[in-house]
């Protein structure tokens, strides 16, 4: 499987000729979305949804599909019906050639004065990936590669940390990492390289890795 790191928490996975997109959102390049067989989104925030973007890839791919929860599908499957797909904690599916399990139901707490919404993770491949989305979700199966919410208005350091520990990944790649500058990077890579008991692992955004 050939992961490529996209801006923010979009990751493209591919694997036999198709291609899995996650999370394109709107701190996404503009065509992050575009080539996707089968696009998942993991909550409605604009980072990782954004409407116009996946319009335009299921539009560009007629055979696309999209899968995601309930807040999300409901602006889209009017316009692309039989081509969206909800789906929901403890859901499994295959989408273009990929077996998706559904982990999570809500966001993390941002502030107690701030309802929260709902949230999925998917765990790819029998655990050869999970993406989280806007939750510290451990799912109950290993995982090999973790793709980690590293910085967020939600989150601090050690909870990052202790996630981490929790999951066990062989390894854990940075996303949700538009937020961190250049010069934080060095301490969020020392600390949870050193702490988080996996190997810790940072791609620029449009760089690939196998997995």
């Not at 992961?3 to 999370?23: P, W």
Request: with cysteine.
């Amino acid at each position: 499987m050939r992961f490529t790191k996209k801006s923010h928490s979009c990751v493209r996975l591919e694997k036999d000729g198709r291609t899995l997109v996650i999370d394109p959102g709107a701190f996404s390049e503009e065509d992050a979305a575009l080539g996707a067989d089968a696009l998942l989104v993991t909550h409605e925030h604009p980072d990782h949804f954004d409407e116009r973007r996946l319009r335009a890839a299921l539009e560009a791919n007629p055979a696309a599909g999209l899968w995601t929860l309930a807040a999300v599908a409901e602006q889209l499957s009017a316009v692309f019906p039989g081509r969206v797909h909800t789906v929901g904690h403890g859901d499994t599916f295959t989408a273009a050639g990929f077996d998706v399990q559904v982990h999570g139901e809500l966001h993390a707490v941002i502030h107690p004065d701030i309802p929260r919404i709902t949230n999925v993770g998917y765990l790819v491949d029998g655990g050869r990936v999970f993406h989280p989305g806007d939750a510290l979700t451990v799912p109950d199966h290993p995982v090999d590669t973790l793709m980690l919410p590293v910085m967020a208005p939600w989150s601090k350091i050690s909870e990052v940390i202790d996630y981490v520990r929790e999951v066990r990944p062989q390894r854990a790649y940075d996303i949700h990492d538009a937020l961190l500058t250049d010069l934080a990077r060095p301490v969020y890579d020392s600390q949870i390289g050193e702490l988080g008991g996996s190997e810790h692992l940072r791609l620029a955004p449009g760089d690939s890795a196998r997995l």
